[in-house]
């Protein structure tokens, strides 16, 4: 298990994104960068876990994020993810394994403004989105493996709070995942980066 330090002391950045949508329930916070706590980790009795290189891409208006975990595990049909974006976020980060599905998106601009509104920190998709111009503006972290103008099924629900596992990581409801251009690691305790 990881033993984190906690440097309160040391305050997140506010996050500054030009011409996104700003909510005034949101207040965006950055965290240290992912290469930052893997040098602080990597002695760590657990290893961080990395997800793989090149896997998924930034799409959000905010590219550095993070959060707790909340999972879903749906295939070509989204109904669990509306519902779940449709609840209060409190700053956790949405994980969603859509089986890598390269035939519709799973997520789209209207799906990302509610996510925004209702206070999540980020989406991660393992799968395709959509409106991604549209969802470039919106102040929140989006990742996911790529595009598809074709909008996903309504047929079946899917499954939360389960472990899902995509880019060579388990993602687990409740462990911490922090986001970046350089891309995501994940924790079972919230990390933070002492203050030198």
């Not at 949508?21 to 602080?40: G, V």
């Not at 891409?57 to 509306?82: A, H, M, Q, W």
């Not at 629900?157 to 993602?171: K, P, Q």
């Amino acid at each position: 298990m990881l033993t984190s330090t906690l440097h309160r002391s040391t305050p997140f950045r506010r996050c500054s994104v030009p011409g996104a949508l700003m909510s005034k329930q949101i207040i965006n916070l950055i965290p240290p960068a992912t290469a930052d706590l893997c040098d602080e980790y990597v002695t760590s009795p657990s290893r961080l876990a990395v997800a793989e290189p090149g896997y998924l891409k930034d799409y959000g208006g905010v590219k550095s994020f993070f959060g707790p975990i909340e999972t879903i595990k749906c295939f070509e049909s989204n109904p669990l993810v509306r519902q779940t974006l449709g609840e209060p976020g409190e700053g956790r980060v949405l994980v969603v394994d859509g089986g890598g599905s390269k035939r519709v998106a799973i997520l789209g601009d209207e799906l990302t403004k509610m996510a925004q509104k209702n206070n999540w920190s980020g989406i991660v998709v393992n799968g395709c989105i959509r409106d991604s111009k549209i969802i470039g503006t919106i102040s929140i972290g989006v990742k996911a493996w790529g595009t598809h103008p074709l909008k996903s099924a309504k047929t079946h629900m899917g499954e939360r709070g389960r472990d899902v596992t995509f880019a060579g990581v388990e993602f687990v409801p409740g462990h911490y995942l922090y986001a970046d251009e350089d891309g995501i690691i994940v924790s079972e305790s919230d990390l933070t980066v002492s203050s030198k």
